[in-house]
């Protein structure tokens, strides 16, 4: 009976894959929602003080919505995947800084700001191990 490492090792392709698509889900999303709804998308930037909202909304939907289309097909994934995972450190800090909200609202902000570091810790493996064989990088 093989080892579970020695499945995991033949099943490489298919798990980057899977991480892929579990990764870029939620960029994918809201980035539509962005962009589908761009003066909403500077209003909200607006309210979480953002710099230049405008800039900031326009930013976002193509890190999102792009960036996230592209880390699905496995184009420049490494890459990308890098500078995703800096927008969304840099999204928990400007947009869940839970250290400066009322108490009502810590417990919510804290989660959603370690989700996002969680999410950028998944965004650096992805950098590091590359797309696998079932991407446009094909690597």
Known sequence: ??????????????LLLLSRILLVILFVLFGWEKLLDY?????LMN???????????????????????A?????????????????TIGTAIIGHHYW???PAD???????????????GGLVALGAAGPGRYSVDRG
């Not at 003066?39 to 209003?43: A, D, H």
């Not at 902000?109 to 950028?120: D, E, P, R, T």
């Open 106 to 120: 810590h417990m919510n902000m804290m989660i959603h700001f370690y989700k996002n570091l969680s999410i950028a």
């Open 1 to 14: 009976m093989p080892s579970s490492s020695a499945f995991l090792a033949n099943q490489k392709d298919a």
């Open 39 to 43: 003066s909403g998308t500077v209003k």
């Open 100 to 102: 400066s909200v009322p």
């Open 47 to 69: 309210m979480e003080g953002a710099p230049l909202p405008a800039i900031s909304a326009l930013v976002a939907i193509v890190l999102e919505f792009f960036v996230g289309i």
């Open 71 to 87: 880390l699905l097909i496995g184009f420049q994934t490494r890459p990308l995947a890098l500078v995703l995972a800096l927008y």
